[in-house]
């Protein structure tokens, strides 16, 4: 049975997570008439916001192992994997401009829990989105599409919510409120980078 905390997080973002697959950018992801141009740019937009968020979260995951270490959890850094995307499909990251992305982790360990709730989580919508993509722009886990794929030769989320299981559920048991708030911050701060990332193609 899934542990009460995980089911709670997920039910207490789940209208975050609906109105993030009716953003734009997210929405055309699924679209039969996406292009190649339309997936480079989420790609690019994703990048930027990984870069941001793994400046602090990479070292707050760190910090918290040393504290509550675990056999199998480990974060896998997103950025390579969507670099090498964004190279397979010949995007120019670099020239990318990144908006500054307000993530404010306020150093609490519930707060990043629930943060990594979220990346952890997201891994589980690639199994419907990697199938549209290999169908849409033939693009592959080797091919433009590994960080959609991620969930194919990762285990993080299983070993998160067994990592979550063992010690943690109980440990920052009375801290719900702060892990709830750092998943729909999460949430919100990429939706609001998706929808300002748009803004600046169109204005360039
Ligand atoms: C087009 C975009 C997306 C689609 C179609 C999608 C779809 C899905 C699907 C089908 C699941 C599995 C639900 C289940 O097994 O019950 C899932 C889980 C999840 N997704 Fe998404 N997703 C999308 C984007 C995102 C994004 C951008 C994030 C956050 C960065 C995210 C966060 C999560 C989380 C945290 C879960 C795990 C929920 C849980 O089992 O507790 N998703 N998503």
Request: glycine share 6%; net charge negative; aromatic share 8%.
């Amino acid at each position: 049975m899934e542990q009460p905390i995980l089911e709670q997080l997920r039910k207490q973002t789940r209208p975050a997570h609906v109105a993030l697959e009716a953003q734009s950018l997210l929405q055309r992801l699924l679209s039969s008439s996406l292009t190649e141009a339309e997936y480079g740019q989420l790609l690019q937009s994703l990048l930027a916001f990984y870069e941001s968020l793994e400046s602090e979260l990479v070292p707050a995951t760190t910090a918290l192992l040393a504290q509550h270490p675990d056999p199998d959890y480990r974060y896998l850094p997103r950025v390579p994997l969507l670099a090498n995307d964004c190279r397979a499909l010949g995007c120019d990251y670099s020239a990318v401009i990144r908006p500054p992305v307000a993530l404010g982790l306020d150093g609490s360990a519930a707060f990043i829990l629930g943060v990594l709730y979220v990346i952890e989580g997201s891994t589980q919508g690639g199994r419907l989105i990697s199938r549209h993509l290999a169908h849409t722009l033939g693009v592959s886990e080797n091919s433009g599409a590994s960080f959609f794929n991620i969930h194919r030769w990762d285990n993080s989320w299983m070993a998160f919510r067994h990592w979550f299981g063992r010690d943690l559920a109980c440990h920052y048991q009375n801290d719900m409120n702060k892990m709830i708030e750092g998943a729909n911050m999460t949430f919100s701060t990429l939706h609001t980078h998706l929808d300002q990332s748009q803004v600046l193609t169109h204005e360039q």
